[in-house]
């Protein structure tokens, strides 16, 4: 089992930080959000193949991704042109506790995990504030979450994520790739329609 000191400088775990009326608080916040900002199929840059996830944003920016445009922030919703839900309170307060970062989120990702999903590694580069840190919340299946160096490859450390776990990746943290090696579909009854609910909340601008 990997210890503390195998993480990058920054890398905090908070398990079961959210009680299960607090995570069922959130999922019915996404619930809410998605019925005026549903969710959409993010598409990568230049060849245009799906993501295996389903999206959406809370926030005044959200984060999209298409053939034309790559990846970017955008203040309206990519199908319906609508302004994005504005972030709840409980994930400002998140925010607030677990980071000591002066300004507020401008972007919360929800990103919606059924089943077969998974994230590649990769770094969170699409924003000016790069020193800013990121805070994940997991909803529903539990996943494995995997972080490196900041180097694409190499070795990797795992942290079983359950629902109501936070991650935050702030300093050298920050710039270490990182992703979802596997979900295991099934085992919550959380989300409606099954799988994995992430919120990732990010500062954009300096």
Request: glycine share 10%; charged share 20%; proline share 10%.
């Amino acid at each position: 089992m990997a210890k503390p000191s195998d993480f990058p400088d920054g890398f905090a775990h908070y398990p079961l930080y959210f009680s299960p009326a607090e995570q069922e608080t959130l999922i019915a916040e996404v619930r809410t959000a998605t019925e005026t900002a549903p969710f959409f199929q993010p598409r990568m840059p230049r060849t245009g193949t799906p993501l295996s996830v389903v999206m959406s944003n809370f926030g005044p920016l959200g984060w999209v991704t298409d053939k034309e445009g790559g990846y970017r922030y955008e203040a309206q919703h990519p199908k319906t042109g609508a302004p994005w839900p504005p972030l709840p309170d409980i994930l400002t307060k998140l925010w607030q506790d677990v980071t000591d970062w002066p300004d507020l989120p401008e972007a919360c990702l929800i990103n919606w995990y059924k089943d077969g999903a998974k994230m590649g590694m990769h770094v969170d580069r699409d924003e000016l504030a790069v020193n800013a840190p990121v805070v994940s919340v997991s909803l529903g299946d539990p996943a494995m979450f995997r972080i490196g160096g900041p180097q694409r490859g190499g070795k990797t450390q795992g942290v079983k994520l359950l629902s109501g776990d936070v991650v935050v990746l702030a300093k050298e943290a920050r710039r270490c790739y990182h992703g979802i090696s596997k979900v295991d579909y099934g085992q919550s009854a959380l989300v409606p329609k099954g799988g994995r609910i992430n919120l990732t909340m990010r500062r954009v601008n300096l």
